[in-house]
T-cell receptor, first 114, second 114 residues
């Protein structure tokens, strides 16, 4: 079945460090892929998305590229800030025949220290 | 623009009590979801609905019931609360018109069962 696997956290970085959070997926069709961010005490909000192979989603300095050959959608940022401290979720919406579902990874907590 | 609104935001229940969580969305979305979020387990789907009058089970439906009598509302019920249901509950909604769109989340309900 469809699923998402994220790297375990927490991830602790110093300010201005490079960030990578790994996400791989399993899907039978052609899914859309998403990264959500959850700041402390808040709900999830969309960070970026990609809807087909080789698409790159980007927002607020974060990027992720939809790699069909490696079934991956890794999140990257070149220089993190303290304000990026949050929990990041990779998510998948299956292809055309099952897209009422929405699957989430377990989340990766990011701590950025000044 | 309210988006997805959850009521209440916090609640403490005694074991065996019942309660209903309300989710309301003003985006005319067909799909609605209830998730629970527990430490280290990410988001798990409890129940979902693909339209008014329809509901379906997700990954962890036991101990919960749902109803979707109006398109804009999705209710989650706990008939006899148990400490294992202590969690943060999130509601989400999504349009059926575009398989590439994201789900929109409410701010969450923090429920403690003592």
């Amino acid at each position: 079945g469809d699923s998402v696997t994220q790297m375990e956290g927490p991830v602790t970085l110093s300010e201005e460090a490079f960030l990578t959070i790994n996400c791989t997926y399993t899907a039978t069709g052609y899914p859309s892929l998403f990264w959500y961010v959850q700041y402390p005490g808040e709900g999830l909000q969309l960070l970026l998305k990609a809807t087909k192979a080789d698409d790159k989603g980007s927002n607020k300095g974060f990027e992720a590229t939809y790699r069909k050959e490696t079934t991956s959608f890794h999140l990257e940022k070149g220089s993190v800030q303290v304000s990026d401290s949050a929990v990041y979720f990779c998510a998948l919406s299956p292809g055309r025949y099952n897209f009422n579902k929405f699957y989430f990874g377990s989340g990766t907590k990011l701590n950025v220290k000044p | 623009n309210a988006g997805v609104t959850q009521t209440p935001k916090f609640r403490v229940l005694k074991t065996g009590q019942s309660m209903t969580l309300l989710c309301a969305q003003d985006m005319n979305h067909e799909y609605m979801y209830w998730y629970r979020q527990d430490p280290g387990m990410g988001l798990r789907l409890i129940h979902y609905s693909v339209g008014e009058g329809t509901t379906a089970k997700g990954e962890v439906p036991d101990g919960y019931n749902v109803s979707r009598l109006k398109k804009q509302n999705f209710l989650l019920g706990l008939e006899s609360a148990a400490p294992s249901q202590t969690s943060v509950y999130f509601c989400a909604s999504r349009t059926s018109a575009d398989m590439n769109t994201e789900a929109f989340f409410g701010q969450g309900t923090r429920l403690t069962v003592v």
